[in-house]
């Protein structure tokens, strides 16, 4: 394996404090002394397609078991699985996929702003909108197809993440668990994280071997997918800059830095210019949408209702998770992840939990934060093979169930 961004991190430190750099798992390839200094080399076997299928394999056959099992209670119920799977956030980028985004900023009897579409990005309903014309039935056909074609994308590379961290069978265990956590009947719905979780897992996976280019662009896509999309931002923005103050990789750094940020911001300023105003995106979110950064003074309050009031379940289940969330990424900390994994995943937490409004969509909002799942995976990767099966068997059976409850019972947006 070629040395890491991660390995040439630490063997810094250890130059600055006087020691001795800690050698490498294998040993140097000899360069032609014309060659730039960059890792964009082709990709190692060990993560390309051949060595990942386990994991695409896993994370389909989970979310497939899921699939099948919701079919059959929305046909139970005489309801049509496409439906189910596109309602709500769904059926707004589809609208947004076949009649564009809103021409006026609608408006309630008040005069106040009403919920308007132009706070969903557009990655996920122009992908909705190439593919619609190739699959037959109409637009919603589009929509699960590209879910679940990124959420095979996003195994893929959260394989390549785990795998480069710590081995291939935490590799494995990683698309694993991401496809049984509470809410994963999500990444099968028409919805955009998991468009985004894979281009931000192939992003952080070139960010961790040092391609800074490839890291650069797909950020830079990313930034088009969600309003999250700073979390991204801030990791690759950040360790390109420590590359660039460094003087490592040329000028690759300093590219990467540049385009990271451009499709988010890209997005925000259109927004602003159909508004009028520089900040429109933000007004929009607090006066349309009614969501605004209280930096969590609203989701300890709320969660202190929950656990001292009766509430629906899906409440319950959501303060489990960010709970839970949180005490994972003080474990990232303590196992010395890769810190800009620790600031993606960071930023993700602060920034859904940091929001006021709409308790119940935290824990789904969290969903693009894979990392937060590396110390579970890790830690079964160092079990018996049976102890894994278990464990993936039990919490694959609550998802399926817990997902069927929030498309069939819950009412509200999952």
Known sequence: MSESWADVDRNDRRVEAGQTPAPTDSPPVPVPADTPPTSDTPEPSGFGLRAAWPAVALYAGLRAVAMLALWGMTEARGLNLAGVLTRFDGGIYIRIATQGYDAAIPLKPDGSLAPTNLAFFPLYPGLIAVVDPVFPGDARVAAIA???AAGLAAAWGLYAVGAQLRDRRTGVLLAG????VPHAVVESMSYSETTFTALAAWSLFALLRRRWLTAG?????GG?????????IAAVGLAALVAACRRRDGWRPWVCMALAP?????YVAWVGGRLGRFDGYVYLQREAWLASYDAGEYAVTFAGQVLTQPHALAYYVTTVVVLVALALLVLLIIDRTP????VYSAVIFAAVVGVEGYYHTMARHLLPAFPLLLPVAGALAGTRRSRMIVVLTLLAAMSVWYGIYLRLIWQYSP
């Open 146 to 148: 590209v879910s679940w």
């Open 177 to 180: 668990l991401w496809a049984v």
């Open 217 to 221: 662009v797909l950020c830079l896509v």
């Open 224 to 232: 088009l997918a969600r309003p999250v999309a700073p979390a991204l």
């Open 262 to 266: 451009l499709g988010f911001l890209g």
């Open 339 to 342: 810190w800009p994994l620790v």
